[in-house]
């Protein structure tokens, strides 16, 4: 995510316009290409990871739903694989459900939320915080 203000300093500056990290434009544009080449509807995983990724760093630069929200689509309607997909309804169904998938996992105790980082999670090392608490010694 590239560096914004904090939620409190959004009143004074109305006109910040969140933007996706570069990082997360491109997990997502590999994912979704992958998912539309794959003719696979049901098969949204790679798309979810990619979305799940961009949600945590929302939540840890304390971007509001609203931001990611207004920066997810905008990311969303330039991607090329979305750019190939012909416009209509099926389309517009499809770009719903990946709006619906941010939101879901904005809100939801994602995984990789529960852990100390993206980066630590994506090494595998996949301990959870309280985890770790309970296993140091003082």
């Given amino acids: 995510m590239e560096p914004l203000r904090s939620g409190s300093e959004v009143s004074a500056t109305p006109r910040a316009t969140p933007r996706l990290s570069s990082e997360g434009i491109a997990v997502l544009h590999a994912a979704l290409e992958r998912q539309v080449g794959s003719r696979n509807p049901s098969s949204m995983s790679g798309v979810r990871d990619a979305i799940r990724r961009i949600s945590v760093d929302a939540k840890r630069n304390n971007w509001p739903p609203e931001w990611l929200l207004v920066a997810f689509k905008t990311a969303v309607h330039t991607l090329p694989a979305l750019q190939r997909i012909t416009p209509g309804p099926d389309r517009d169904d499809f770009i719903a459900r990946l709006v619906s998938l941010c939101i879901n996992e904005y809100y939801g105790d994602s995984a990789l ?10 090494a595998n090392r996949n301990v959870p915080r309280a985890a770790e608490r309970t296993t140091r010694t003082p």
């Fill in 113 to 122: 939320g529960a852990y100390e980082s993206v980066e630590s999670a994506s």
